[in-house]
């Protein structure tokens, strides 16, 4: 009886024992992989890009609202600063215009053309993730070429005392890829026409597509 007691307190030994060293055994189980989650995109950050689109819009003279039609192809490049706030998009941007804006009058007294302009606004938008509604508006410059054939007259000036305001809405595409569309309307207000004894100037509407890349 002593010999099967003491044989059974041995196998209990060698259970515990063969058990301790198992959980001494390195684990067989991978490591832990952390879940890996894509970035939240955001509209904060410098961008440049480019545009192109059609102009149309009137010739002022002396105060009246149209002497003439003015109409042609717009396209240039942007550059600008966005920074969001929740869903509020603050920002400012600067743009300059090639142009090929021509007009006759009504009467085929007078031609005006205008070959560049430029703009730099405030912006204020409401982004959806990466779509975005925004509002537009500021300064504007450009030229405004002036010619008087029954005259032999002809004058092209600088018109620094404009605005803009307009409107778009942009989609990003990726993380750094932003398109979008975009109305202005410019005015680059009236100018004395030296020699002429007359005030010039123009307003316009501007559509078109924008392609930018953000930092």
């Given at each position: 009886?002593?010999?099967?007691?003491?044989?059974?307190?041995?196998?209990?030994?060698?259970?515990?024992?063969?058990?301790?060293?198992?959980?001494?055994?390195?684990?067989?189980?991978?490591?832990?992989?952390?879940?890996?989650?894509?970035?939240?995109?955001?509209?904060?950050?410098?961008?440049?890009?480019?545009?192109?689109?059609?102009?149309?819009?009137?010739?002022?003279?002396?105060?009246?609202?149209?002497?003439?039609?003015?109409?042609?192809?717009?396209?240039?490049?942007?550059?600008?600063?966005?920074?969001?706030?929740?869903?509020l998009v603050l920002g400012a941007e600067a743009?300059?215009?090639?142009?090929?804006?021509?007009?006759?009058?009504?009467l085929g007294l007078v031609n005006v053309k205008?070959?560049?302009?430029?703009?730099?606004?405030?912006?204020?938008?409401?982004?959806?993730?990466?779509?975005?509604?925004?509002?537009?508006?500021?300064?504007?410059?450009?030229?405004?070429?002036?010619?008087?054939?029954?005259?032999?007259?002809?004058?092209?000036?600088?018109?620094?005392?404009?605005?803009?305001?307009?409107?778009?809405?942009?989609?990003?595409?990726?993380?750094?890829?932003?398109?979008?569309?975009?109305?202005?309307?410019?005015?680059?207000?009236?100018?004395?026409?030296?020699?002429?004894?007359?005030?010039?100037?123009?307003?316009?509407?501007?559509?078109?597509?924008?392609?930018?890349?953000?930092?």
């Amino acid at each position: 009886m002593k010999k099967y007691l003491l044989s059974g307190v041995a196998a209990l030994g060698l259970l515990a024992a063969g058990a301790a060293s198992a959980a001494d055994l390195p684990s067989r189980k991978g490591p832990v992989v952390a879940p890996v989650y894509a970035p939240v995109f955001t509209w904060t950050g410098l961008y440049v890009g480019v545009n192109a689109g059609y102009g149309f819009g009137n010739v002022n003279a002396n105060g009246f609202a149209n002497v003439g039609d003015l109409d042609g192809f717009v396209g240039g490049g942007q550059i600008g600063y966005n920074y969001q706030i929740g869903q509020l998009v603050l920002g400012a941007e600067a743009d300059f215009q090639g142009a090929d804006l021509s007009s006759g009058s009504n009467l085929g007294l007078v031609n005006v053309k205008t070959e560049y302009f430029g703009t730099v606004r405030a912006r204020a938008g409401f982004a959806f993730d990466r779509f975005m509604v925004y509002a537009t508006g500021g300064w504007a410059y450009g030229n405004v070429k002036t010619a008087i054939p029954a005259l032999a007259f002809s004058s092209d000036r600088t018109h620094t005392g404009g605005f803009a305001v307009g409107g778009g809405v942009e989609y990003a595409f990726t993380n750094n890829i932003i398109a979008g569309v975009e109305y202005l309307y410019v005015d680059l207000g009236e100018k004395n026409i030296a020699g002429a004894g007359t005030k010039i100037g123009t307003d316009f509407s501007v559509v078109r597509a924008r392609l930018s890349y953000k930092f």
